[in-house]
């Protein structure tokens, strides 16, 4: 099918929520994909942090594959086996004792927002929520609820009982919780949708041992930043806490939709059967599919690979600021999460569009910001050749 076609389908037929660029995508292999042209592009998008094992990933693939001919959906009413193997993957990875796997980040935002509230219903009848000012937790009503102002125009009354605080201010934090109505504290442990934004040195310990203080659970969205993407599994282990409650989506089910809140025994004991639940969540498809990702990060070494890899990422991006401090701000970022915040809107799109323009795709958020999503597996001359992409579009724009 042509391009042309393709759009046209989309336009005719296809809810108007996106801001599309004018590129059907047909085809994917590792860091690389192809449009209905047979344009190939570098994807540092990954499906917005979702490919992390690039695109069609063999043991991925297979997985699938070997699934689908057996058995892709029973009923959760039902001990399924996958699900349960890959629930005990995940806790022996991680702080938690217990699972509940749903289909998107925003389910799982949901589900944690449920836990948190019965959990408060259950020890004197907390139920308020404090969130970040410009945090992204999804777009289904209790998530919204706890998101950025931005997107929440047009949508309310929204659900009652969220607060908002400044991300990275522990006096914003402080102040809030004398409310003794607080239930929990739930934050991104870097901001992707802000625009790559970074906790203050020490400020996730301060809200940890807040909550703690205070006996209010804390929520980490590690939706985007989870499953190795910042060269540890899981985000929070950069900085030394765990929190009560962790929700994951993305990367988790290798590109098949796959979610989850995690949690300890202490504090899953308070849903019981009938308190919540999903059709699709947790089915065999996508766990042999998300087995299949986290134990080709085991085995292929992708968490150190990602942290080195970043780094060096990092620093080529440093020496891009050096040669192009007219545009460029600020860069920052933690293994292959990364940000370059531009002086203004205007360079940050032109940028971006002549970076995609030139084979490299990335993702322009909060106006600014290219976001730069590769996968774990990303090779050193495909950074390079990024950098070299992002610096020749910077030459354009900058007319020099």
Avoid at 16 to 27: E, S
Avoid at 328 to 340: D, N, Q, S, T, V
Avoid at 364 to 382: A, S, Y
């Amino acid at each position: 099918m042509s391009t042309k076609q393709i759009i046209s389908n989309t336009k005719d037929y296809v809810m108007n929520t996106y801001g599309r660029y004018p590129i059907a995508m047909i085809k994917g292999k590792g860091s690389w994909v192809w449009d209905s042209e047979g344009k190939k592009y570098l994807d540092f998008v990954t499906g917005i942090a979702v490919n992390n094992l690039g695109h069609c990933h063999p043991s991925v693939t297979k997985a699938i594959r070997e699934q689908s001919k057996q058995l892709m959906q029973p009923c959760n009413l039902f001990h399924i086996e996958k699900q349960g193997e890959f629930a005990k993957m995940l806790s022996e990875n991680s702080f938690a004792d217990k699972v509940f796997f749903c289909n998107s980040g925003t389910e799982a935002n949901e589900g944690a927002i449920k836990l948190a509230r019965k959990w408060g219903a259950d020890n004197g009848g907390k139920y308020k929520i404090l969130h970040a000012r410009d945090s992204f937790h999804g777009r289904t009503m209790g998530s919204l609820s706890a998101t950025s102002k931005s997107y929440q125009a047009g949508f309310k009354p929204l659900v009652p009982g969220f607060k908002s605080i400044t991300y990275g201010k522990i006096e914003s934090l402080e102040k809030a919780l004398q409310d003794n109505k607080v239930c929990a504290v739930m934050l991104e442990p870097i901001q992707g949708e802000n625009g790559v934004v970074m906790p203050p040195e020490g400020y996730l310990k301060k809200v940890r041992a807040l909550c703690t203080k205070n006996k209010v659970l804390l929520i980490l969205d590690e939706v985007q930043v989870g499953m190795g993407r910042t060269g540890k599994l899981f985000a929070y282990e950069h900085y030394g806490i765990k929190p009560d409650i962790m929700t994951l989506s993305k990367a988790l089910g290798g590109g098949i939709p796959c979610g989850a809140f995690l949690t300890t025994n202490k504090i899953a004991k308070h849903l019981g059967p009938g308190m919540h639940g999903t059709t699709l969540g947790g089915n065999p498809l996508a766990m042999s599919s998300a087995i299949a990702v986290l134990k080709t990060i085991e085995d292929e070494g992708l968490l150190d690979g990602a942290s080195d890899l970043g780094e060096y990422f990092l620093e080529e991006l440093q020496i891009l600021h050096s040669k192009h401090k007219k545009e460029i701000k600020e860069i920052r970022g933690k293994g292959l999460i990364l940000g370059i915040e531009f002086k203004n809107n205007e360079i940050a799109k032109k940028v971006v569009e002549k970076s995609m323009e030139k084979g490299l795709l990335t993702i322009l958020t909060k106006g600014k910001v290219m976001r730069i999503l590769p996968p774990l597996n990303v090779k050193k001359k495909e950074i390079d050749l990024a950098v070299k992409i992002i610096d020749k579009a910077l030459e354009e724009v900058s007319g020099a």
